[in-house]
């Protein structure tokens, strides 16, 4: 009878240690990705007056470089990201007449947008606009 009360704590432990929620994964998700070109990230860094070496350097590649007939030359980041968790527990105990088995589900997702679109006169950023969106 002990043997199988040990085996019982042990295999609950085992269960409810795998077990992450969703707002536990979205966080590791986070933590575990590198530096992202975020609102945030642009407003701190970009200034009037900065040189293009610099803004590449800060914000990285641009997805789209246009320049107009006048010279002015604008440079566009457009970035889309989706967090998607799910988060699955599922348990059971074994009894002698038969087994109880019990799944449980849930998940989260979200989008954000940024565009960034800076317009650099003489190799210098003259205007600085953007447009965030969270949903």
Do not use: H
């Not at 007939?69 to 566009?76: L, R, S």
């Not at 889309?80 to 968790?85: L, M, R």
């Not at 799910?86 to 109880?100: F, K, P």
């Amino acid at each position: 009878m002990r043997a199988i009360a040990l085996l019982t704590a042990t295999a609950a432990v085992l269960v409810l240690v795998g077990c992450k929620s969703v707002p536990q994964q979205r966080q590791e998700m986070r933590d575990s990705s590198e530096q992202k070109l975020t609102l945030g990230v642009a407003q701190r860094e970009i200034k009037e007056g900065m040189a293009q070496a610099d803004v590449a350097q800060a914000l990285g590649s641009p997805n789209m470089v246009t320049r107009d007939a006048d010279g002015v030359e604008t440079w566009i980041y457009d970035k889309i990201s989706t967090d998607y968790a799910y988060s699955n527990s599922s348990g059971g105990a074994v009894l002698i007449i038969g087994s109880v088995r019990g799944d449980a589900g849930v998940s989260s997702r979200s989008q954000r947008t940024l565009t960034i679109i800076l317009k650099f006169v003489d190799g210098k950023v003259k205007t600085f606009t953007y447009n965030a969106t969270s949903f």
